[in-house]
């Protein structure tokens, strides 16, 4: 056997890059003085030391799967969808217009009202550079990175001024109507909770931002795993995305795959607007995103474009992102300290894959020799 077995691919390249994350990230925070040991603690107490703060990092997972699952259906037809950020936004407006305008009676219409506009708005966005990219050979990257500065400039627009309430200085939204908010971790769980722990036990998930949005992003990696390993059209997605000549043999379109691929690529990052807008915010803000189109990027490698590998990505970066916030408030450690530690595990998992791969594969193929001499 010449190739390396799956389990090493899926599982010990990725924790090896991490273990190398962290050793980098470890001589960084001693050059500033600080202690590696007491950061790591600070950091995963923040991100799962109680209910409140697991709370903080599932709302921020449920972000990244999103945005994960975008870039990886992307990926799967060979296209790099970096516009992630700017589709979210738009798909922010299309929740915003959905929850503002129709008189939604109960919040599981209007979570299923926006999800489809959320998605929608978002995969109309992406539509544009796909069909740049299948019809004048554009390129997706760079299309995709400008249509985040138009999106950017589109939801400034309309926050100044179509969406802005009367007599209100703030570029925000209305607030969302009472019907449409999503309920949260601390409604959903507290009752179960106290009926066990008794009506005097604390509350948890106090003041948590997590909500019911979660369970869409989990319901989204199922759906993403059937289409992609499961339907013709996910065959089709994936023989393109491998040889582009012998899909075309086969008689794919290659038109018909680069504006499917983009237009679900671009409904799965939409979708991660119903979780902060409705969710969270119940009204539409600036910078509502805040990155999370770019950290899908990071995700979809880490998790190996596998809806479950995207899953536990993104789970390690919302507990990162928590983690980082919380290292910030209760030690000297700079908020951007976060940044340099997801920067380097973008690195490792991403730019530097190879530089794992190539010794384990000569590795597993030398022990494969040996055992079949």
């Not at 490792?348 to 190539?358: E, H, P, S």
């Amino acid at each position: 056997m010449e190739k390396m077995p799956k389990w090493a691919d899926v599982i010990l390249i990725p924790m090896i890059s991490l273990i190398l994350a962290a050793i980098i990230s470890a001589f960084v925070i001693m050059a500033i003085g600080e202690n590696p040991l007491i950061a790591l603690q600070k950091m995963v107490d923040g991100a799962f030391g109680n209910t409140q703060n697991i709370g903080y990092t599932l709302y921020y997972t449920t972000n990244f799967i999103f945005t994960g699952l975008a870039v990886s259906v992307a990926f799967h037809a060979r296209m790099f969808n970096i516009g992630g950020e700017g589709q979210a936004l738009v798909g922010g407006l299309g929740v915003a217009i959905v929850c503002l305008y129709i008189p939604w009676p109960h919040w599981s219409l209007a979570l299923l009202g926006a999800s489809l506009g959320a998605a929608m708005f978002g995969a109309m966005w992406a539509a544009i550079p796909a069909y740049l990219q299948a019809r004048r050979g554009s390129h997706i990257v760079i299309t995709t990175i400008m249509f985040n500065f138009i999106a950017a400039s589109l939801l400034n627009y309309m926050l100044v001024g179509p969406l802005k309430p009367l007599g209100s200085m703030e570029p925000a939204s209305a607030p969302f109507p009472e019907a449409t908010h999503l309920p949260n971790f601390q409604e959903m769980f507290n009752p179960i909770w106290q009926i066990f722990a008794g009506e005097e036990a604390k509350a948890i998930f106090l003041r948590s931002p997590a909500n019911i949005t979660f369970f869409l992003a989990v319901i989204a990696c199922f759906v993403v795993w059937a289409l992609i390993w499961r339907t013709r059209l996910g065959y089709q997605l994936r023989s393109y995305g491998l040889s582009e000549t012998a899909a075309k043999y086969a008689g794919i379109s290659p038109f018909k795959i680069i504006m499917i691929a983009m237009l679900i690529s671009g409904g799965l990052s939409g979708l991660m607007a119903v979780n902060q807008a409705q969710g969270d915010a119940e009204r539409l803000v600036l910078n509502a995103v805040e990155g999370a189109g770019f950290i899908g990027i990071a995700v979809a490698l880490m998790g190996r474009s596998h809806p479950f590998g995207v899953f536990l990505a993104a789970l390690l970066f919302g507990a990162l992102y928590q983690g980082g916030a919380e290292l910030a408030f209760w030690t000297s450690i700079p908020r951007e300290m976060i940044v340099v530690i997801q920067a380097l595990v973008i690195l490792f998992t991403g730019a530097l894959d190879n530089m794992v791969r190539m010794p384990l594969e000569r590795l597993f193929i030398a022990k494969n020799r040996k055992q079949e001499g």
